[in-house]
C-alpha cells in the first residue's frame, strides 16, 4: 500500500511540476465536487429581512447565503423567525448557504447552551459554506461583567468561543467565527482559534484606496469571507416590513469546495489536514492543507495572478540575503510528500 501510495505521489509531482494538473483538473478528480469561485459575492440575512429568493436566483448577483439561525441561548424564544424559510428556499433553488447564530454567552452554561441552540436548529440541513459564531457585542459583555479590552476578559471570551465550537466538532460542519477586524487583531486570541474566519471591515467603498486597504487586511489575518458593507441593496430583499432595505454583504476570498457529506466538506477530500487558517502548508488560507495548496503555488509559480500566502507557501524555509522568503517548486513537493505522509518537514504549525 505505501508503495502505491508513493509511486502516486511521484505522479502528482510530475503532473504538478510539468504543468499538466490544472486547477480543475484536480477537482474532477475529487468525486466532481463542486468549487465556488473566489470573489463570488454573498449575502448575510436574518429576520431583519424578507427575502424573495427567486428574485435573489433570478438576478444571479448573490452566490451564496449565510442565514442566522438565532441568538444567545437554546431557548425557542430566541430562534430567527425566518430561517426555517431561507434553508427551505436556499434548498429549492441550489443556493449555497451557511449559518450563523448571535452570540451573548458571557460564561460557561451559557456557551454550552448556544452550542446546543446551533445543533437543533440545523438538524440535518448540511450547511455548505460553514457554521459560524457572531461573536460582536462589546456592550452586551461590558452590562454583563465581561471586560473584553482586559487580559482576563480577552482570556474568557476566546475560552469560551473555543467552547461553543468544540460542541460542534462532531458535527462535520465546517466551523467558524464572525466577527469584526478589531476583534480579530485585539481582542481574540486568534492563533488559538483554528477555525474558518469571516471578518467585517467596512471601507468607504468610494475610495478605491480603502477598499484595496481593508481588503489585504482581512486577508492577511487570513480571512475566507470578507463582509466589506452593511448597507448593500440586492434585488429581491425587503425590510422586516417588506419595503426595500439593506443587507450585509460578504465576498469570498477563498476557492471554496461545496459538498454534500462530511469527507467533501474539507477542500480536497478526506485526504485533508485541518489547521489553523494560514499555517505552515496551508497556501490558500482555507484552513486546511490538501492538494489545492499544491496547485494554487504551482500557478503562482507559473505567473497566475493568484492570491498566496507567502509565509505559509514557504514550507522549506529559506530565505534570500535580504530575508525574504524564496518560494520554488521545492515547496510544491514537500506539501505533496507531506499529503503521502513522506515527511521532510512538519507542516501546520502556525506561521
Same mark, same amino acid.
Given at each position: 500500500m505505501m508503495k502505491r501510495k508513493v509511486i502516486s505521489v511521484i505522479l502528482l509531482m510530475v503532473l504538478v511540476v510539468s504543468g499538466l494538473l490544472t486547477n480543475g483538473a484536480v477537482?474532477?478528480?475529487?468525486?466532481?465536487?463542486?468549487?465556488?469561485?473566489?470573489?463570488?459575492i454573498g449575502m448575510d440575512v436574518s429576520s431583519h429581512q424578507y427575502v424573495d429568493w427567486d428574485t435573489v436566483k433570478k438576478d444571479n448577483y448573490? %452566490?451564496?447565503?449565510? /442565514?442566522?439561525?438565532?441568538?444567545?441561548?437554546?431557548?425557542?424564544?430566541?430562534?430567527?423567525?425566518?430561517?426555517?424559510?431561507?434553508?427551505?428556499?436556499?434548498?429549492?433553488?441550489?443556493?449555497?448557504?451557511?449559518?450563523?447564530?448571535?452570540?451573548?454567552? &458571557?460564561?460557561?452554561?451559557?456557551a454550552l447552551s448556544e452550542a446546543n441552540h446551533i445543533k437543533r436548529m440545523i438538524g440535518d440541513s %448540511?450547511?455548505?459554506m460553514g457554521v459560524y459564531l457572531d461573536v460582536e457585542d462589546t456592550a452586551y459583555y461590558l452590562k454583563h461583567g465581561l471586560n473584553v479590552y482586559t487580559d482576563e476578559g480577552r482570556r474568557k471570551l476566546t475560552d469560551l468561543v473555543k467552547m461553543v465550537l468544540n460542541n460542534l466538532s462532531d458535527t462535520g460542519w465546517r466551523t467558524g467565527i464572525y466577527s469584526s477586524y478589531n476583534y480579530y487583531a485585539n481582542i481574540?486570541?486568534?492563533?488559538?482559534?483554528?477555525?474558518?474566519?469571516?471578518?467585517? #471591515?467596512?471601507?468607504?467603498?468610494?475610495?478605491?484606496?480603502?477598499v484595496l486597504e481593508a481588503?489585504? %487586511? &482581512?486577508?492577511?489575518?487570513?480571512? &475566507? /469571507?470578507?463582509?466589506?458593507? #452593511?448597507?448593500?441593496?440586492?434585488?429581491? &430583499?425587503?425590510?422586516?416590513?417588506?419595503?426595500?432595505?439593506?443587507?450585509?454583504?460578504?465576498? /469570498? /476570498?477563498?476557492?471554496?469546495?461545496?459538498?454534500?457529506?462530511?469527507a467533501d466538506t474539507k477542500p480536497g477530500g478526506s485526504n485533508s489536514q485541518e489547521c489553523v487558517p494560514g499555517a505552515l502548508g496551508d497556501v490558500n488560507n482555507d484552513g486546511f492543507i490538501n492538494i489545492s495548496d499544491a496547485v494554487v503555488l504551482k500557478k503562482y509559480l507559473a505567473g497566475y495572478d493568484v492570491h498566496i500566502n507567502i509565509k505559509a507557501?514557504?514550507?522549506? %524555509?529559506?530565505?534570500?540575503?535580504?530575508q525574504k522568503d524564496l518560494i520554488s517548486v521545492g515547496d510544491v513537493i514537500i506539501i505533496l510528500k507531506h499529503?503521502?505522509?513522506?515527511?521532510?518537514i512538519k507542516l501546520g504549525e502556525v506561521v
Open positions: 477537482w474532477q478528480v475529487q468525486a466532481a465536487n463542486r468549487v465556488l469561485k473566489e470573489g463570488s448573490i %452566490k451564496f447565503a449565510i /442565514l442566522r439561525c438565532g441568538y444567545g441561548d437554546d431557548d425557542v424564544e430566541q430562534d430567527d423567525s425566518q430561517f426555517q424559510r431561507n434553508v427551505a428556499e436556499c434548498k429549492r433553488l441550489n443556493i449555497p448557504f451557511g449559518v450563523y447564530l448571535y452570540s451573548y454567552a &458571557v460564561n460557561e452554561k451559557e %448540511k450547511p455548505e481574540l486570541y486568534a492563533d488559538e482559534l483554528s477555525a474558518y474566519r469571516w471578518i467585517a #471591515s467596512w471601507p468607504d467603498l468610494d475610495n478605491p484606496n480603502k481588503e489585504n %487586511k &482581512v486577508r492577511q489575518m487570513n480571512g &475566507v /469571507l470578507w463582509q466589506y458593507r #452593511s448597507d448593500g441593496r440586492v434585488h429581491g &430583499v425587503f425590510n422586516a416590513n417588506h419595503q426595500p432595505g439593506n443587507v450585509d454583504l460578504d465576498e /469570498l /476570498l477563498v476557492d471554496w469546495v461545496l459538498g454534500q457529506d462530511e507557501a514557504n514550507v522549506n %524555509k529559506d530565505y534570500d540575503e535580504e499529503l503521502a505522509g513522506i515527511d521532510t
